[in-house]
Structures are given as C-alpha cells and as structure tokens.
C-alpha cells in the first residue's frame, strides 16, 4: 500500500512537469518470472505510455496491481524529469565512471604515462644511500 505522502508527493511531482492522466495510455499486461501462479495468472504488470513524449515504461516490481500502477507513475515522472532538466542520476554518474577506467589508452597518452613513470624512477633510484661515505 502506498502511503498517502507519497501519493501527493507524486501527484505534486506530475503537475510540475505538465503530466497528466488523460496523457498516459495505461495497459495492465500479464505477469511472469518468479511469484508462482498468482504472478503467471494475473494481470499485474503495468504499461504505460506517454502520448506527448513517447516515453514508455514497464512495471512489474511487485505482486499488487495498485503498487505497481504507482511505481510506473514514478518511473515516468523520473524520466520525464530526467529528460526535460537534464539531470543525470546517481546510476547514470555511477555507470560514465565505470566507463572512463575501464576505457583504453590512447598510444600517445600510454607513452606519456610510461616516461613520467621511468623520470619518477630515475627520481626514486637518486634516493639511495650515498656509497663510499662513512662505510
């Protein structure tokens, strides 16, 4: 059961960005995965489709029609909100880091990395204890 607070502050969240009700095309499509017969039997899955936008979600979080009626609402707005103020999520900042290590080299840029290691060696081996003094 959603909360009430949570409830208007959805509500509040849609009229901010213009979305309405009457926009959203809404489809209540068969479950499946885990959750056994109940899931399998049931229309609980839940479509929807911004008219104006295009932008379409699918919602199949939970076994209650209602709550998930509510979390495709949310994950609409959030795209919505997403798209219209160009605000990247935590996940979205989370998955561009992972890109940037895990992406190659250039040439260039590794011959670069590669001589600042060799002169901070060079810098490291001068270090050393000087020898015919007090041996």
Same mark, same amino acid.
């Given at each position: 059961?959603?909360?009430? +607070?949570?409830?208007?502050? !959805? $509500?509040?969240?849609?009229? @901010?960005? &213009?979305?309405? =009700?009457?926009?959203?095309? +809404?489809?209540?499509?068969? &479950?499946?995965?885990?959750?056994?017969? #109940?899931?399998?039997?049931?229309?609980?899955?839940?479509?929807?489709?911004?008219? #104006?936008? &295009?932008?379409?979600?699918?919602? *199949? +979080?939970?076994?209650?029609?209602?709550?998930?009626?509510?979390?495709?609402? $949310?994950? !609409?707005?959030?795209?919505?909100?997403?798209? !219209?103020? *160009?605000?990247?999520?935590?996940?979205?900042?989370?998955?561009?880091?992972? @890109? $940037?290590?895990?992406?190659? @080299?250039? $040439?260039?840029? #590794?011959?670069?990395?590669?001589?600042?290691?060799?002169?901070?060696?060079?810098?490291?081996?001068?270090?050393? #204890?000087? @020898?015919? *003094? &007090? =041996?």
């Amino acid at each position: 059961m959603v909360s009430p +607070e949570k409830e208007k502050d !959805l $509500r509040e969240r849609m009229q @901010r960005l &213009g979305l309405h =009700d009457a926009d959203l095309e +809404e489809k209540f499509v068969l &479950g499946s995965g885990p959750g056994g017969q #109940k899931v399998n039997k049931s229309h609980t899955t839940v479509y929807l489709k911004h008219a #104006k936008t &295009g932008f379409e979600v699918k919602c *199949q +979080e939970t076994r209650s029609q209602a709550m998930n009626r509510f979390l495709a609402r $949310r994950l !609409l707005v959030e795209k919505l909100e997403k798209h !219209l103020l *160009q605000i990247k999520s935590k996940k979205d900042q989370e998955i561009s880091r992972i @890109r $940037r290590q895990k992406k190659r @080299r250039s $040439r260039k840029q #590794k011959e670069k990395m590669l001589e600042k290691k060799h002169h901070r060696g060079e810098i490291k081996k001068m270090r050393g #204890k000087i @020898r015919g *003094q &007090g =041996d």
